[in-house]
């Protein structure tokens, strides 16, 4: 084992930067050390992660600025979990050897190694972690531990404790309702969330709190008024999130990047998949204690979340089979 290797992994949320960090670990096998390149929204997510020895930031400098920043970092190889052109010709100009990316591109031809993502054959059943390694055993490197690192700063943990502090709580479940595109569609239902979290205060004997971030504020309001939760939606950074989950009683939401923080931190974690579009084999929270819910509300046909009118699935979460979840992980 000697040299070095770059990580990129930017696209998506962050969940998809976090599951692509275990591609980090498999290059350790054959590299000393492993560095990663994201986008500045990533970095705090992907700091966290053991596996990883540094973390650039790609902030929209030039191809060439960038470009000369690798090189001077003589890398010997790199993994491009989620190419761009921009992100091909940058390897490209710094010139590192060996270079991994995906097949099927009008820039592929600037990778050394070109990988077909399986997904795009068809496969809507093989974890999207066990997808990204395939760039990894594009190098000859593999790993059979598939859950992310996550590990809390002593910052992290401080926060998390005074927030807890504040609301005089030492036990307590989580309910994350929102996705990526919640706040900016203007119809999420909060029925659903509210009769959830009233259960699960009422079957576990423990406080909810319904977490989000800063946008997330008003659905999270509505669930509160409705449920007797306590919103913490913009309270704590990912990091202190994990804190707050790796102690929680259990976890509950929507697939998000919370929900693989959560998983990664050993919370008992239930993803919630409400969209007959959604992949729940794909997207599954990976831990030691997880499990995942699927779809049951009949969705209109071509629905997905971007731009479904009215959220039924939402409204109507299926609140008996999610506790159902929540008690075989519990017991």
């Not at 992907?46 to 650039?56: M, Q």
């Not at 929507?254 to 239930?270: D, L, N, Q």
Request: glycine letters at 8%; hydrophobic letters at 45%.
């Amino acid at each position: 084992m000697s040299g070095s290797a770059l990580l990129y992994c930017a696209g998506g949320g962050i969940g998809d930067s976090l599951v692509a960090s275990v591609v980090a670990r498999a290059l350790h096998a054959r590299f000393t050390r492993v560095d990663a390149l994201t986008v500045p929204g990533h970095r705090s997510t992907l700091e966290r992660c053991a596996d990883i020895d540094a973390v650039l930031v790609d902030d929209g400098e030039t191809i060439d600025e960038l470009a000369t920043r690798l090189r001077e970092r003589g890398y010997d190889a790199c993994a491009i979990t989620w190419a761009t052109a921009r992100v091909a010709r940058v390897a490209h100009r710094a010139k590192i050897p060996i270079r991994v990316g995906q097949a099927r591109r009008l820039y592929s031809h600037l990778f050394t190694h070109r990988v077909e993502v399986r997904s795009e054959r068809g496969n809507v059943t093989s974890p999207w972690v066990d997808i990204l390694l395939d760039y990894a055993r594009a190098l000859d490197c593999d790993t059979s531990d598939r859950v992310p690192s996550f590990v809390p700063t002593e910052r992290d943990r401080a926060d998390a404790d005074a927030l807890l502090e504040g609301l005089g709580l030492t036990q307590y479940a989580i309910v994350h309702p929102t996705n990526a595109v919640a706040p900016k569609r203007g119809n999420w239902p909060s029925q659903g969330w509210s009769a959830l979290a009233r259960t699960l205060r009422e079957r576990f004997d423990v406080p909810v709190l319904i977490s989000g971030s800063a946008v997330d504020r008003e659905i999270n309001d509505a669930i509160v008024r409705d449920s007797g939760a306590t919103s913490i939606a913009g309270q704590l950074g990912i990091g202190g999130f994990g804190a707050l989950a790796a102690r929680a009683r259990a976890f509950v939401g929507i697939t998000t990047g919370s929900m693989h923080v959560a998983a990664a931190v050993g919370a008992p974690t239930v993803g919630i998949f409400p969209f007959q579009s959604d992949f729940p084999e794909r997207w599954a929270p990976m831990g030691s204690r997880t499990a995942i819910v699927r779809a049951s509300y009949p969705c209109h046909p071509g629905d997905v979340k971007e731009t479904c009118a009215d959220y039924a699935c939402i409204a109507n979460l299926d609140v008996p089979r999610i506790m159902a979840a929540v008690s075989d992980l519990l017991s």
